[in-house]
């Protein structure tokens, strides 16, 4: 038998999450982000499953050639754009859009040999600072573009910070204003949060990430609670042990949980191989044979302990969510000290992806 974790697909979520989206954005179209394999849900399970969606936006360009060869007529945004100037052929071949960043990038697409022009999305630096053309450039940079043959219809592209904190988009989005006010382009800026919670910055298309997955791109689960977003993995095991613990018996490497009491816990096949993050503390929640309880001791490689006080009833085989359904990932990641978005795309290819309901 192998070994009892799987990682569980609901497939019918991400149309339900596409259809929360539209509703949150109904004037806008909807790029799909699906970089990072899917945020770990693996690009090949689940695009079809999108496949309503306006286009998908990712990263790698062997992920946008896979959706193609797939069967994905649709758009496809280059997110990063490409990386070097060799790419531009397999831009050209599979009628990718691509982001431009950077100067280079434009000299390479007008000094390119391609079949037809590209459609571009000029990235201004609204105050992300990581990618992007300077405000007080982006009209030259724009005057520039649109005198490429290579260079087809163009869309302004930017990104949010703080969309998910109080600070909110008030800054950047003036910013945009100013820079871009006269500019006669689409406008393509709200991730996430901004689709959610700024309806300001919706413009022409939106790019939600993270919510396509069910989680909130705040970290915080009840943040998201009344939008109709659902869960689209199940991170499940099983229980492949029961230990019974005297007071003052100690639990895993450098013993750092200590029994206070006689205490049953149980042993669960996943671990920091898995995906599971080590650093997560003792109390982190987990969702045993149908009763939410906690870890104990220190997360390994292939296993972690929980508590069975809350449910006695547990045995050898009991069933167990990491997250998903029962138990939202941002709840673990936040208890870890971190994102539903690491936990998600952490998950490793050991742990066996299967469609279910």
Known sequence: MPRPITATL???AFDNNLQVIRR???????WSVVKANAYGHGLKHVWRSLANTDGFALLDLAEAVLLRESGWQGPIL?????????????????????????DWQLAAIADARLTAPLNIYLKLNSGMNRLGFAPDRIRSVWQQAQGIANIGAMTLMSHFATADEARGVTQQMATIDRAAADLPLPRCLANSAATLWHPDTHGSWVRPGIILYGASPSGNSADIAATGLQATMSLRSEIIAVQTLKSGDCVGYGWRYTASAVQRIGIV????ADGYPRHAQSGTPIWVDGVLT?????????????????CPQAAIGAEVELWGRHLPVDDVAAAAGTLGYELL???????????GA
């Open 10 to 12: 609901h497939l019918a």
């Open 24 to 30: 949150q954005a109904p004037g806008a179209k909807v």
């Open 294 to 310: 906690r870890t104990v001791g220190t997360v390994s490689m292939d296993m972690l302990a929980v508590d069975l006080t809350p």
């Open 345 to 355: 795309t952490a998950l490793t290819p050991r742990v066996p992806v299967e469609a």
């Open 78 to 102: 280059l997110l990063e754009g490409f990386f070097q100037p060799e790419d531009l052929a397999l831009v050209d071949r599979y009628q990718l859009t691509t982001a431009v960043h950077s």
């Open 269 to 272: 096949a996943c671990g920091y």
